[in-house]
């Protein structure tokens, strides 16, 4: 077994979950839900922040083909307008556990807080990602899957650099959003630029667009 993560130990069906992408000014937040067998052993396995991207595709390869089973969830942009980042990181992983082929008896969530699921118990640990193999699994399909989908937007909207910064508000992310504007793709609720920054005129003519729809 890992010698930094642990199983916890019970005789319910245990499901991990966590999220990625919470942070993120553009794509969706993608949470991961995964249920592994009592004997799974794979001493690699860490958080996702941890790993290289190598190291994650592989080990969500072998989680995948290894794990009792396993379920992705998402909200898109606009319902995290809707909703609030913090409901639609719960929503998400909610999502997910319902993609599971078995239902779990006992949720073990990253971090303080959760919407409960009626007749689901669970615990809420607080960086759980770095302590029990089931919520670190969890967090390595979801930041994987998400990872995934922003390389796919990347190839249609290149000048965001995605493919580098998964949507996260890296400098060039930020520039680029004040020089050529929003996609549909953004989260309109966030600050997308620093408030000492100004939009170009056809950047701020994306905005008013997007906020008319």
Same mark, same amino acid.
Not at 80 to 104: D, G, T
Not at 177 to 187: P, Q, S
């Given at each position: &077994?890992?010698?930094?993560?642990?199983?916890?130990?019970?005789?319910?069906?245990? #499901?991990?979950?966590?999220?990625?992408?919470?942070?993120?000014?553009?794509?969706?937040?993608?949470?991961?839900?995964?249920?592994?067998?009592?004997?799974?052993?794979?001493?690699?396995?860490?958080?996702?922040?941890?790993? /290289?991207?190598?190291?994650?595709?592989?080990?969500? %390869?072998?989680?995948?083909?290894?794990?009792?089973? !396993?379920?992705?969830?998402?909200?898109?942009?606009?319902?995290?307008?809707?909703?609030? *980042?913090?409901?639609?990181?719960?929503? %998400? &992983?909610?999502?997910?556990?319902?993609?599971?082929? #078995?239902?779990?008896?006992?949720?073990?969530?990253?971090? /303080?807080?959760?919407?409960?699921?009626?007749? *689901?118990?669970?615990?809420?640990? =607080?960086?759980?990602?770095?302590?029990?193999?089931?919520?670190?699994?969890?967090? *390595? =399909?979801?930041?994987?899957?998400?990872?995934?989908? &922003?390389?796919?937007?990347?190839?249609?909207?290149?000048?965001?650099? !995605?493919?580098?910064?998964?949507?996260?508000?890296?400098?060039?992310?930020?520039?680029?959003? #004040?020089?050529?504007?929003?996609?549909?793709?953004?989260?309109?609720?966030?600050?997308?630029?620093?408030?000492?920054?100004? !939009?170009?005129?056809?950047?701020?003519?994306?905005?008013? /667009?997007?906020?008319?729809?």
């Amino acid at each position: &077994m890992s010698k930094s993560l642990k199983r916890y130990k019970s005789d319910r069906l245990v #499901a991990g979950c966590d999220e990625a992408g919470r942070g993120c000014l553009a794509g969706p937040v993608v949470a991961g839900a995964v249920i592994l067998p009592y004997d799974f052993d794979l001493a690699q396995l860490n958080d996702s922040k941890q790993l /290289n991207l190598k190291q994650r595709n592989e080990l969500a %390869a072998h989680i995948i083909n290894h794990s009792l089973s !396993w379920g992705i969830g998402l909200c898109t942009p606009r319902e995290i307008e809707k909703h609030n *980042i913090l409901q639609c990181s719960f929503l %998400a &992983m909610h999502r997910a556990v319902e993609m599971l082929e #078995a239902v779990p008896e006992l949720l073990l969530i990253d971090g /303080n807080r959760f919407i409960p699921i009626p007749s *689901i118990p669970h615990i809420c640990v =607080i960086k759980g990602d770095g302590k029990f193999q089931s919520i670190a699994a969890a967090s *390595i =399909i979801a930041k994987t899957a998400r990872d995934a989908m &922003m390389f796919a937007l990347d190839k249609k909207h290149p000048i965001y650099s !995605w493919r580098t910064n998964k949507g996260y508000p890296s400098k060039a992310h930020r520039a680029a959003i #004040a020089e050529y504007g929003v996609t549909e793709h953004h989260r309109m609720t966030f600050k997308l630029i620093p408030d000492d920054a100004q !939009w170009s005129p056809a950047a701020a003519q994306t905005l008013l /667009n997007l906020q008319g729809e």
